[in-house]
């Protein structure tokens, strides 16, 4: 064989190689870019559901006062000025939590000044 089509052949070889490897990195990367792609529509649609959610309950705080008063209630642990409240410890209380998916946090002891 000529020195010519030697060398020729270790062009071709050499490009279609590295063609190879710069299609195999992007095909990697584009996989791995389509799925923070369907990480993040689920966040959003899922984000969607909470705008949902969060403006119904606007929308009730504004218009229904009951709702205004469920909420200091169970929240804010609100009673009338002719009510009682009692409070029942549970030994093994197990983490609870609200219409929003969050855990409610107990309040904080008050501190008594000597």
């Not at 990367?29 to 969607?48: F, G, S």
Request: glycine residues 4%; proline residues 8%.
């Amino acid at each position: 064989m000529k020195p010519r089509y030697v060398f020729l052949s270790l062009l071709a070889l050499f490009l279609l190689g590295g063609s190879l490897y710069f299609l195999g990195r992007l095909y990697v990367d584009n996989r791995t870019l389509q799925d923070k792609l369907t990480n993040v529509d689920q966040e959003v649609k899922q984000q969607q559901r909470d705008i949902v959610s969060l403006r119904a309950l606007l929308e009730a705080l504004q218009k229904d006062p009951k709702t205004v008063e469920r909420i200091a209630r169970e929240h804010l642990r609100m009673s009338r000025d002719n009510e009682t409240v009692y409070t029942f410890s549970n030994p093994n209380p197990q983490p609870r939590t609200d219409e929003y998916g969050d855990t409610p946090q107990p309040a904080a002891p008050e501190k008594k000044e000597p």
